[in-house]
């Protein structure tokens, strides 16, 4: 069974829009994160967070909101859709945050922006 | 700043040959090191991870990879490769002075492997 689920698969959205990705965890972890893989670029670390609090946010734009309704969700909200957002959105978790715990990663979302 | 660099786009070997993927970082202190997998379509998986201390460590199906301070690389190995090691390769580093979570990634390398 997975441990980190992340929907939906595939998203499509028009310029301007707003979307919500979903992430839930079942491995009983208290830090989550949010990276993006954009076309010809490393995988890029954008928010941190531990026992449902924003630890770090490597994010420029306040288009993207995270989300934690639950210790084991973390949502990423973006605003105001543009063509460059378009990329893999992948959710991981770690027992603690911070340290050198193993972060585990989830399938991805992946975003296209026409 | 803190970096990984895989050099190597795309590598090509047949099956049952011996592989090395290389990966160097730049970091300041002591790092933690980590190489992940990601097959067609999936996420990424862990291969095997370096906290300070033996430098040559074990990960899953026959992977192991040796940390050099001196190199500052941190390569992945394998002796004998299997059709189904086709996929992409991340080396990450991770920051553990500031207690961030952050993992840096590097831009992967994709193996593939020709029967």
């Known amino acids: 069974d997975p441990k980190i689920i992340q929907k939906p698969k595939y998203l499509v959205a028009v310029t301007g829009s707003e979307k919500i990705l979903i992430c839930e965890q079942y491995?009983?972890?208290?830090?989550m994160y949010w990276y993006r893989q954009s076309a010809k670029k490393p995988l890029e670390f954008m928010f941190s967070?531990?026992?449902?609090?924003?630890?770090d946010n490597q994010t420029a734009s306040s288009r993207f909101q995270p989300q934690s309704s639950k210790k084991n969700h973390l949502d990423l909200q973006i605003t105001a859709l543009k063509p460059d957002d378009s990329a893999t959105y992948f959710c991981?978790?770690?027992?603690?945050?911070?340290?050198?715990?193993?972060?585990?990663f989830g399938p991805g979302t992946r975003l296209l922006v026409l | 700043a803190q970096s990984v660099t895989q050099p190597d786009a795309r590598v090509t070997v047949s099956e049952g040959a011996s592989l090395q993927l290389r990966c160097k970082y730049s970091?300041?202190?002591?790092?933690?090191l980590f190489w992940y997998v990601q097959y067609p379509r999936q996420g990424l998986q862990l291969l095997l991870k370096?906290?300070?201390?033996?430098?040559v460590v074990q990960g899953v199906n026959g992977f192991e990879a040796e940390f050099s301070k001196s190199n500052s690389s941190f390569h992945l190995r394998k002796a004998s490769v299997h059709w189904s090691d086709w996929a992409v390769y991340f080396c990450?580093?991770?920051?553990?002075?500031?207690?961030?979570?952050?993992?840096?990634f590097g831009l992967g390398t994709t193996l593939q492997v020709q029967p």
């Open positions: 991981a978790s770690s027992q603690e945050w911070g340290g050198a715990d193993t972060q585990y």
């Open positions: 491995l009983g972890h208290n830090a």
């Open positions: 967070y531990s026992y449902q609090k924003l630890m």
């Open positions: 970091y300041f202190g002591t790092p933690y």
């Open positions: 370096y906290y300070p201390g033996d430098p």
């Open positions: 990450a580093v991770r920051h553990i002075t500031g207690n961030t979570g952050k993992l840096i």
